[in-house]
């Protein structure tokens, strides 16, 4: 159980376009799901908060127009990289918080590699 | 910030316990000890957590000393797929995940 997934699981695309990621809860229901970008051998940054039905809640220094986050289902959430740049090429990584466990728990997702060109 | 701090990396052989220090002098009455670990290129994965009981599930067990101040994640039979970084981190009930720099385990043959 709890499982997360991705899609795609790579992505190349040119600058000045737009990339959507997709995140999925396989078998539970997420009221919570949260964005992070992680660099080469650096670690995991988050970047939004994502709760169902409402607004995300973005980290410092994340632009919310920038990276557009819709969560209206219990189970998907979408990321967009509008108008992308080749500084956003990174390695982007959702998960999600299961309801009703006796302690807040996130399964994450296998991760999405956006290579901008 | 990060709550947490771990040694930069270890090594362990094929078949014998790994046993994985976490210092958080800082952790408050309400907050958990979660582990996770992220293989290469891949998605962090959930091990273990515990709040101050010692734990143990399928994967590893959590030793949390009794001041709660540190703990150890123990594989008990560590193999190569077990090469990755773990990630200790303190959270409480419904607050963010920050990943430090955790630690790196080589597992060697």
């Known amino acids: 159980g709890a499982v997360v997934s991705q899609h795609p699981s790579r992505v190349i695309c040119k600058s000045g376009t737009s990339v959507k990621i997709e995140c999925r809860s396989l078998?539970?229901?997420?009221?919570?799901m949260f964005w992070y970008r992680q660099f080469p051998k650096k670690s995991l940054m988050l970047m939004a908060t994502?709760?169902?039905?409402?607004?995300?809640?973005?980290e410092q220094g994340v632009e919310k127009d920038k990276f557009l986050i819709n969560h209206a289902s219990l189970t998907l959430s979408t990321l967009t990289v509008t108008s992308a740049h080749p500084e956003d090429s990174s390695f982007y990584i959702c998960?999600?918080?299961?309801?009703?466990?006796?302690?807040?728990?996130?399964?994450f997702g296998p991760g999405t590699r956006l290579l901008v060109l | 910030d990060a709550k947490t701090t771990q040694p930069p990396s270890m090594d362990c052989a094929e078949g014998r316990a790994a046993n994985l220090p976490c210092n958080h002098s800082?952790?408050?009455?309400?907050?958990?000890v979660y582990w996770y670990r992220q293989i290469h290129s891949q998605g962090p994965q959930y091990i273990i957590h515990?709040?101050?009981n010692n734990e143990t599930n399928e994967m590893a067990s959590l030793i949390i000393t009794e001041d709660r101040k540190s703990s150890t994640l123990i594989l008990p039979h560590a193999t190569l797929r077990d090469t990755a970084v773990y990630y200790c981190?303190?959270?409480?009930?419904?607050?963010?995940?920050?990943f430090g720099k955790g630690i790196t385990l080589s597992v060697r043959p």
């Open positions: 515990g709040l101050k």
């Open positions: 981190i303190v959270n409480g009930a419904n607050s963010k995940l920050t």
């Open positions: 994502s709760n169902e039905g409402s607004k995300a809640t973005y």
């Open positions: 078998d539970f229901q997420a009221t919570t």
């Open positions: 998960s999600a918080r299961a309801a009703g466990v006796p302690a807040e728990t996130q399964y």
């Open positions: 800082t952790i408050s009455g309400n907050e958990y």
